[in-house]
C-alpha cells in the first residue's frame, strides 16, 4: 500500500479520552475509531491485524479438531428462556423486540444456540465426540466499556462448543483446547497462563482463565514463576494423543486470579518463585457437563441403546481484545513493536526524498519485491515524521531509502523490536525482508 493513497489517518496528538497505551497507539496509528461507546470500526490498518489474529486462532482450532461454523448475531429469547438463562443474563444483554414484537437479544455468548443446533442433527454416540467452533461479534451491555477495543460491548469473540459421550469425553476435549490455547497465544508472541477460574454466568465446574501480565491488567494474579519459562512451541503436540503431561504441567504449578486465590496453598510456594502481577483475560475454558444439553433435551442413543445426555464445554478468545492485548505486551516510547506473526504488513518502505530519481527507483524496486506485504511511505512529507509515523504503526521492518545510499545502490534497514540497523545492496535488503 502506498501511504500517499492510504486511508491511514494518524494522530500526532494523544487522544485525552485513551487510558491506557493499547488505546492511545490504536487511535494514534489510524486502527480503530470509536462510533459510541464501546462500539469501534475497524480502519485499514487496525482490520488487517484483526484478520492475522483470526486466521491464527481459526488455525489453531483446526489443528486440534474443531469444526468451523457461523451463527448469526441475533438469538431469539426463547432458547435462552429453555436454559433459564434469559433472566438471569442481567443487564449485559442487550435485548432487542422484531416487528411482530418477537423477543430476540444480540448474542453475549452462544452456548444455548449452538445446543439446539446440535441437537436438530446428532442422534447417536457416532455423532460424538465433535467439537464446533465460530469467531462472530458478540454484544455485551458493559457498565464501563473502557480501554478502547479491550472492553467493547461490541467485540471479536472465538467461541467453540465441545459435546462428547461421558465426563471422561469432555476432560479430554478440554485438554485439547487448553493445549491449542496455549499454542495460539503463543504463536502472537504472548506468555499466556491458565489460571484457575471462576464459572461466572456459563455454570461448570472446571475453567480456567488464560492470562497475560501487564501493568494494566484488571485483575490480580499470582503465579509460580516456573510458568512463565514453559516453551510451548518447543514439542509438537498429537492431539490425538495423550495431553495430560502438557496440562499436568501447567495445572500442578500456583497459578491465580484474585476470585480464585487461596492464601495457605500460595503460602505453599517458594518465595523466590512466587509472582504476583496484574493480569489480562484474553481467553476462558469451561467444562460444565450437562447444564445446557440437560434442560434444552439434548439427547443420543448409547452404545448399548440407552439414551446419553451429552456432556459440554465452551471455549472462548477474545479476538479483538488481543489485538489491544498485544500492543500492551509490545509497545515501547514511540509506538508499537508488532510481532513478525501479527503485523499488518512486513516492512515500512521510507522513501526519505521522493522526486529524487535514485531515491524512487530503489524505492519501487523494493515496494515491488514485496508486493502487498509493504506499506511504502511515498509522501511528500519530511524525514523527521516519516521516521515517527513508522515507529509508532511498528512494522517488524523499516527500509529506509535516502538519497546518498540509494545513488550507491543501498538500503538502510531498521529492525523495529532492537533498534538494530544494517546498510545492505538493494536485492539483498530485499531477500532479507522477504
Ligand atoms: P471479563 O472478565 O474481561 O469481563 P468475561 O469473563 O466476562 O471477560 P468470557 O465470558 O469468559 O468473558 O468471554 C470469553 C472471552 O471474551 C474473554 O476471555 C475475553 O477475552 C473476551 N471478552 C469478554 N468481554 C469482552 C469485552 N467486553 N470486550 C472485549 N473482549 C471481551
Ligand atoms: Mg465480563
Ligand atoms: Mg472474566
Ligand atoms: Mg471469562
Given at each position: 500500500m502506498r501511504l500517499s493513497r492510504a486511508f491511514l489517518p494518524t494522530?500526532?496528538?494523544?487522544?485525552?479520552?485513551?487510558?491506557?497505551?493499547?488505546?492511545?497507539?490504536?487511535?494514534?496509528?489510524g486502527?480503530?475509531?470509536?462510533?459510541?461507546?464501546?462500539?469501534?470500526?475497524?480502519l485499514p490498518l487496525?482490520?488487517?491485524?484483526?484478520?492475522?489474529?483470526?486466521?491464527?486462532?481459526?488455525?489453531?482450532?483446526?489443528?486440534?479438531?474443531?469444526?468451523?461454523?457461523?451463527?448469526?448475531?441475533?438469538?431469539?429469547?426463547?432458547?435462552?428462556?429453555?436454559?433459564?438463562?434469559?433472566?438471569?443474563?442481567?443487564?449485559?444483554?442487550?435485548?432487542?423486540?422484531?416487528?411482530?414484537?418477537?423477543?430476540?437479544?444480540?448474542?453475549?455468548?452462544?452456548?444455548?444456540?449452538?445446543?439446539?443446533?446440535?441437537?436438530?442433527?446428532?442422534?447417536?454416540?457416532?455423532?460424538?465426540?465433535?467439537?464446533?467452533?465460530?469467531?462472530?461479534?458478540?454484544?455485551?451491555?458493559?457498565?464501563?466499556?473502557?480501554?478502547?477495543?479491550?472492553?467493547?460491548?461490541?467485540?471479536?469473540?472465538?467461541?467453540?462448543?465441545?459435546?462428547?459421550?461421558?465426563?471422561?469425553?469432555?476432560?479430554?476435549?478440554?485438554?485439547?483446547?487448553?493445549?491449542?490455547?496455549?499454542?495460539?497465544?503463543?504463536?502472537?508472541?504472548?506468555?499466556?497462563?491458565?489460571?484457575?477460574?471462576?464459572?461466572?454466568?456459563?455454570?461448570?465446574?472446571?475453567?480456567?482463565?488464560?492470562?497475560?501480565?501487564?501493568?494494566?491488567?484488571?485483575?490480580?494474579?499470582?503465579?509460580?514463576?516456573?510458568?512463565?519459562?514453559?516453551?510451548?512451541?518447543?514439542?509438537?503436540?498429537?492431539?490425538?494423543?495423550?495431553?495430560?503431561?502438557?496440562?499436568?504441567?501447567?495445572?500442578?504449578?500456583?497459578?491465580?486470579?484474585?476470585?480464585?486465590?487461596?492464601?495457605?496453598?500460595?503460602?505453599?510456594?517458594?518465595?523466590?518463585?512466587?509472582?504476583?502481577?496484574?493480569?489480562?483475560?484474553?481467553?476462558?475454558?469451561?467444562?460444565?457437563?450437562?447444564?445446557?444439553?440437560?434442560?434444552?433435551?439434548?439427547?443420543?442413543?448409547?452404545?448399548?441403546?440407552?439414551?446419553?445426555?451429552?456432556?459440554?464445554?465452551?471455549?472462548?478468545?477474545?479476538?479483538?481484545?488481543?489485538?489491544?492485548?498485544?500492543?500492551?505486551?509490545?509497545?515501547?516510547?514511540?509506538?508499537?513493536?508488532?510481532?513478525?506473526?501479527?503485523?499488518p504488513y512486513?516492512?515500512?518502505?521510507?522513501?526519505?526524498?521522493?522526486?529524487?530519481?535514485?531515491?524512487?527507483?530503489?524505492?519501487?524496486?523494493?515496494?515491488?519485491?514485496?508486493?502487498?506485504?509493504?506499506l511504502l511511505d511515498d509522501r511528500?512529507?519530511?524525514?523527521?515524521?516519516?521516521?515517527?509515523d513508522?515507529?509508532?504503526m511498528?512494522?517488524?521492518?523499516?527500509?529506509?531509502?535516502?538519497?546518498?545510499?540509494?545513488?550507491?545502490?543501498?538500503?538502510?534497514?531498521?529492525?523495529?523490536?532492537?533498534?538494530?540497523?544494517?546498510?545492505?545492496?538493494?536485492?539483498?535488503?530485499?531477500?532479507?525482508?522477504?
Amino acid at each position: 500500500m502506498r501511504l500517499s493513497r492510504a486511508f491511514l489517518p494518524t494522530l500526532k496528538e494523544t487522544p485525552a479520552e485513551a487510558q491506557i497505551a493499547s488505546h492511545r497507539l490504536m487511535l494514534r496509528a489510524g486502527m480503530i475509531r470509536q462510533e459510541a461507546a464501546g462500539l469501534y470500526a475497524w480502519l485499514p490498518l487496525g482490520w488487517r491485524v484483526l484478520q492475522k489474529v483470526t486466521q491464527i486462532v481459526r488455525e489453531e482450532q483446526d489443528a486440534a479438531g474443531a469444526q468451523e461454523i457461523l451463527m448469526p448475531t441475533i438469538q431469539p429469547a426463547e432458547l435462552w428462556r429453555e436454559s433459564g438463562r434469559y433472566d438471569d443474563y442481567g443487564k449485559e444483554m442487550l435485548r432487542i423486540r422484531d416487528r411482530h414484537e418477537r423477543e430476540m437479544l444480540y448474542g453475549p455468548t452462544n452456548e444455548e444456540m449452538v445446543t439446539d443446533l446440535f441437537r436438530a442433527y446428532a442422534k447417536s454416540y457416532r455423532d460424538l465426540p465433535r467439537n464446533l467452533y465460530h469467531i462472530q461479534w458478540k454484544f455485551r451491555d458493559e457498565v464501563r466499556p473502557r480501554f478502547g477495543v479491550m472492553r467493547g460491548r461490541e467485540f471479536l469473540m472465538k467461541d467453540a462448543y465441545s459435546f462428547d459421550l461421558d465426563k471422561e469425553g469432555a476432560v479430554r476435549s478440554y485438554r485439547q483446547m487448553f493445549v491449542a490455547y496455549l499454542r495460539t497465544f503463543a504463536r502472537m508472541g504472548l506468555k499466556a497462563i491458565p489460571m484457575v477460574a471462576d464459572t461466572g454466568p456459563i455454570g461448570g465446574n472446571l475453567s480456567h482463565e488464560f492470562i497475560i501480565l501487564a501493568e494494566t491488567g484488571e485483575s490480580q494474579v499470582f503465579l509460580h514463576r516456573d510458568l512463565l519459562d514453559y516453551d510451548v512451541m518447543g514439542q509438537a503436540v498429537d492431539y490425538q494423543g495423550d495431553l495430560s503431561p502438557i496440562v499436568d504441567f501447567w495445572t500442578s504449578r500456583y497459578a491465580a486470579t484474585d476470585e480464585k486465590h487461596d492464601e495457605a496453598a500460595w503460602a505453599a510456594v517458594p518465595a523466590e518463585a512466587q509472582v504476583t502481577a496484574r493480569g489480562i483475560e484474553i481467553g476462558h475454558i469451561f467444562y460444565f457437563g450437562t447444564k445446557y444439553s440437560a434442560p434444552m433435551g439434548l439427547q443420543v442413543t448409547g452404545p448399548d441403546g440407552a439414551l446419553v445426555t451429552p456432556e459440554m464445554g465452551s471455549y472462548g478468545i477474545g479476538v479483538s481484545r488481543l489485538v489491544g492485548a498485544i500492543i500492551e505486551a509490545s509497545h515501547d516510547e514511540a509506538g508499537i513493536v508488532w510481532p513478525d506473526a501479527v503485523a499488518p504488513y512486513a516492512a515500512s518502505i521510507l522513501n526519505l526524498k521522493p522526486g529524487d530519481a535514485a531515491c524512487d527507483a530503489v524505492s519501487e524496486r523494493v515496494y515491488e519485491a514485496l508486493g502487498r506485504d509493504a506499506l511504502l511511505d511515498d509522501r511528500a512529507d519530511r524525514p523527521g515524521a516519516k521516521f515517527a509515523d513508522a515507529d509508532l504503526m511498528g512494522l517488524p521492518w523499516q527500509a529506509i531509502i535516502g538519497p546518498r545510499g540509494a545513488a550507491a545502490g543501498k538500503v538502510e534497514l531498521k529492525r523495529r523490536a532492537t533498534g538494530e540497523r544494517l546498510e545492505l545492496p538493494v536485492e539483498e535488503a530485499i531477500a532479507r525482508l522477504r
